[in-house]
């Protein structure tokens, strides 16, 4: 996601930290090429121009300049930026109704109707009862493709075979979601290929006579400045309560995300980060901006995890690694709740750092299949050898690689990489996902030298304190020994 921006934009940063001292000049020639990635990330050209000024005045002031470290300053700077031009603060959806009604608008091919399955999944997801309503009269495959998701998820859809009038058939779905006690109603609504008067004139009418609490519009992220135009001329119609943006595993550059906000003024509230029905998560600017900087999304991490996490099978893990008897088999199960299409490339990009440059070297067939490789090693291990690794001889070893259909090295390697992992984790027990995750994220940071938070320079480890004093030192010791040399020559 938005590969080329994020390199563009550590480029330009890196590019600052390797010079020895900081002038206006070499930071002007630094801010040039954050502005030269901006731009060619396809963000609006206005809001380039309003963001460069922003980060510009900042950046060259003498704070920055004559701060011990004036590169992480100016992460700082940006990623504030970022924020306040991907909305500022987390923008929640306001559901507060008995039962909230949800109008999702959008062109035709933006995934308007699988967005539906998804918002519906993830509501329900939050505790809400979700029914979904085939509105989309339009499309001639859209009332069918409702429906199988309806299956998939196990959600009611309510269609009317053969109808022409979406309002009645909004206005019908929403009296029946009532009577079976759902709690939020999700509105599928017609498309076209392009915007036209027709188009809206029929959702201005279905806002009017069905009054929806929430109305979003559903853009592909790949589309650029023409989402952006997208969201604005829909924003006129209907005035829209929040942006859902789709496909943006597919967009290197951002452009649309990046611009959306500041040119239209509505909030995006759901991002589509893949074809998989629980590929939609909420909106965070804050994790999004560190996304992009490299620096990470821990809270993004955290939800991810609390969806693959089952609460008992997490109390009965604290539970043996509190007693220490964390074993093989509970490797595996570890590892099997992660073994979802692409779960283990999305969680390593929210690490930020290295771990965000691993994840753009893997393919999703190298770490599933390195998944599977691992399950088999440790099914074609006794009971005894799972609780015991240490039992595992030479011969034990040939027996369970051949079982397994690997070379006897992987086995010795799994055993190594779980030997590593066991004390760790054990010395984690008691923590919160949360606190685990944040522990993973001080140590990453540790290895990187820091991250920026806030616009605030964190402080640095003790290393780089005695550096930064011994650096003082010897810039003392050197103005004293000129001092001295002068009085010589007196």
């Known amino acids: 996601?938005?590969?080329?921006?994020?390199?563009?934009?550590?480029?330009?940063?890196?590019?600052?930290?390797?010079?020895?001292?900081?002038?206006?000049?070499?930071?002007?020639?630094?801010?040039?090429?954050?502005?030269?990635?901006?731009l060619e990330a396809d963000v609006s050209y206005d809001v380039v121009q309003r963001f460069m000024g922003n980060v510009t005045e900042q950046a060259l002031g003498e704070k920055v300049l004559l701060s011990l470290d004036p590169?992480?300053?100016?992460?700082?700077?940006?990623?504030?930026?970022?924020?306040?031009?991907?909305?500022?603060?987390?923008?929640?959806?306001?559901?507060?109704?008995?039962v909230n009604i949800v109008m999702l608008c959008g062109l035709q091919g933006s995934g308007k109707t699988t967005t539906t399955g998804k918002l519906a999944r993830l509501l329900r997801e939050e505790g809400h009862k979700p029914v979904l309503v085939a509105a989309d009269l339009q499309r001639a495959a859209a009332i069918e493709q409702l429906q199988t998701l309806g299956k998939q998820l196990d959600i009611p859809v309510y269609s009317e075979e053969g109808s022409t009038?979406?309002?009645?058939?909004?206005?019908?779905?929403?009296?029946?979601?009532?009577?079976?006690?759902?709690?939020?109603?999700?509105?599928?609504?017609?498309?076209?290929?392009?915007?036209?008067?027709?188009?809206?004139?029929?959702?201005?009418?279905?806002?009017?006579?069905v009054q929806p609490h929430q109305v979003y519009l559903v853009v592909d992220g790949m589309t650029g400045q023409d989402a952006v135009n997208s969201a604005k001329a829909f924003n006129e119609a209907l005035e829209l309560d929040g942006v859902i943006m789709t496909k943006l595993d597919g967009d290197a550059r951002g452009g649309a995300l990046l611009s959306v906000k500041e040119v239209t003024g509505v909030p995006i509230k759901f991002i589509g980060t893949g074809e998989h029905l629980d590929d939609l998560e909420p909106f965070r600017p804050e994790g999004m901006a560190g996304r992009i900087l490299g620096l990470g999304d821990i809270l993004g991490l955290v939800d991810v995890a609390r969806q693959v996490v089952d609460e008992k099978q997490q109390e009965e893990l604290e539970r043996k690694l509190q007693e220490g008897t964390f074993?093989?088999?509970?490797?595996?199960?570890?590892?099997?709740?992660?073994a979802q299409p692409g779960l283990v490339k999305k969680m390593l990009g929210m690490l930020g750092g290295p771990m965000a440059q691993l994840n753009t070297m893997l393919e999703d067939d190298e770490t599933e299949g390195g998944m599977r490789r691992t399950v088999g090693i440790i099914n074609s291990m006794t009971m005894?050898?799972?609780?015991?690794?240490?039992?595992?001889?030479?011969?034990?070893?040939?027996?369970?690689?051949?079982g397994a259909g690997v070379q006897g090295g992987e086995v010795t390697q799994l055993i190594k990489q779980y030997e590593q992992m066991k004390p760790m984790m054990e010395g984690m027990a008691g923590k919160g996902m949360k606190e685990r995750l944040k522990a993973v994220k001080e140590l990453q940071d540790g290895a990187m030298g820091g991250g920026m938070g806030g616009g605030t320079r964190q402080k640095k480890s003790t290393g780089t304190r005695l550096r930064s004093s011994d650096k003082k030192k010897k810039r003392k010791d050197r103005e004293k020994m000129l001092r001295q040399s002068r009085r010589r020559r007196r």
């Open 71 to 98: 590169s992480q300053q100016v992460i700082g700077i940006v990623r504030d930026e970022l924020i306040q031009i991907l909305g500022g603060e987390e923008s929640e959806p306001v559901l507060d109704q008995p």
């Open 165 to 209: 009038d979406p309002v009645k058939v909004c206005q019908n779905g929403i009296k029946q979601a009532k009577e079976h006690d759902a709690t939020v109603v999700i509105l599928d609504t017609a498309g076209r290929l392009a915007i036209d008067e027709e188009l809206m004139a029929q959702l201005v009418n279905i806002d009017r006579r």
């Open 327 to 338: 074993t093989l088999d509970d490797f595996k199960g570890q590892i099997e709740s992660m």
């Open 1 to 38: 996601m938005f590969d080329s921006l994020s390199e563009g934009l550590q480029g330009a940063i890196k590019s600052l930290s390797g010079k020895g001292r900081l002038t206006e000049a070499n930071m002007r020639e630094g801010l040039q090429s954050v502005e030269q990635s901006l």
């Open 384 to 402: 005894l050898e799972r609780r015991d690794p240490s039992v595992i001889s030479s011969p034990r070893r040939n027996r369970i690689a051949q």
